[in-house]
């Protein structure tokens, strides 16, 4: 199946005030890393899903972990991704095991794993978790879909809750893209220019708080 917007949109030439905002939209702003009542996992089969989850619990910055993934009806899953080959394996189960061997307790986990895509990550989540004892999160993710996720976060989340970004780069045909080369890239180019796309198509269906300013 595929996702309604592409991964990857060709950009129109921009300005370097909209390279700018398409940067602080999509990768979401900079915060400094601190504490939080918990860390929030939003499924991937990319192996920073976990690694980073990891390495947030062992700096820390948080005593439970949430974590969501059923399986994406549109997205390809890593190469490295251990549930390539059993559909019965969800993102959601791939994430806690490896959370589970690097030592993390299982009581101190919380799951869902129905979800398909980003607002029922965010919205199982919240069915199964009474949010109004937590208040602040630090937010798993890939970089350039930080904005986004975030957003949806918000959309849904009391208004009061803090997000702090804990995200990591993605390389994609050997080229990583990041909040500060992916306007060096043709690829990175795209892909960025895809979440924009999506920024606006969800936030445009209630999906997520759309952005102030549309390109």
Not at 166 to 191: A, C, E, P, Q
Request: charged share 25%; net charge neutral; proline share 5%.
């Amino acid at each position: 199946m595929k996702p309604i917007i592409q991964k990857e949109i060709d950009m129109p030439q921009l300005s370097p005030e909209h390279i700018d905002y398409i940067t602080e939209l999509t990768f979401g702003k900079v915060e400094k890393i601190k504490s939080c009542d918990a860390i929030f996992v939003f499924a991937g089969t990319h192996p920073g899903h976990w690694e980073k989850a990891i390495e947030a619990y062992n700096l820390n910055l948080a005593p439970k972990v949430i974590v969501t993934g059923g399986r994406s009806l549109t997205g390809e899953s890593h190469p490295d991704w251990s549930g390539r080959s059993a559909s019965a394996e969800t993102e959601a189960s791939i994430i806690i095991s490896y959370l589970v061997k690097a030592g993390i307790p299982e009581e101190n986990i919380t799951f869902e794993d129905q979800s398909s895509n980003s607002l029922e990550n965010v919205l199982y989540a919240k069915d199964l978790i009474d949010f109004k004892k937590i208040t602040s999160l630090l937010v798993i993710c890939k970089s350039h879909a930080a904005g986004r996720q975030i957003r949806t976060l918000q959309k849904h989340f009391p208004e009061t809750m803090e997000y702090i970004p804990f995200s990591f780069d993605t390389i994609y045909k050997n080229t990583t893209v990041s909040r500060h080369n992916w306007m060096n890239s043709d690829l990175g180019k795209k892909r960025v220019w895809g979440e924009y796309q999506r920024i606006v198509h969800y936030g445009q269906l209630g999906h997520l708080i759309p952005p102030t300013e549309k390109l």
